[in-house]
């Protein structure tokens, strides 16, 4: 059974009111979900923090799912629409970090971030960037999605998706000091 059969039948028993279903589907793109969070709100906290408001939305809403996508496209456009919904919020309300006593580390994250990790400079970069260009380039050149399948999940055409990695990669190029490189 493929990925996206198999979502789909935990994505109807989710819609029952199955838990357990939705731990095995939440298992299944949370690595992904948290990568495309980090990348976008550029802190493991927020993006933490962004991941599991995904999910929640995602459990909410899982009787809305009308499977014209897969699953992962679907929770993807959640967890984009998530990250602008809490930056969007950041610029009204600054907050500041707990301090470091008060938040336990959590060990079982190393990895995930490890992987998740990329050089500062081109995080920064990265964080410079209007949101639409950079969850475009997120989606696109990080995350590895087709166009096709990148803009379906932004919900925009083909067309803009492509205008918008080309115009992200220019101004990446630009903060990065590189203007040859694209």
Known sequence: MTTAAKDAVLLARVAEGDHEAFTEVMKVHEDRVFSVCLRIMGDREKALDATQETFLTAFRKAHQFEGKSTFGTWVYRIAVNTCYDQLRKQKRHPSEPMPEHL??????????????????????????????????????????????????????????????????RRLLAQHLGNQNAI
């Open 103 to 168: 938040d336990p580390a959590d060990h079982s994250a190393h990895e995930a971030v490890e992987a998740a990790a990329i050089r500062p400079e081109l995080q920064a970069a990265l964080a410079s960037l209007p949101p639409e260009f950079r969850s475009a380039i997120v989606l696109s050149d990080i995350e590895g999605m087709s166009l096709p399948d990148a803009a379906q999940t932004l919900g925009v055409p083909v067309g803009t998706m492509k205008s918008r990695v080309f115009r992200g």
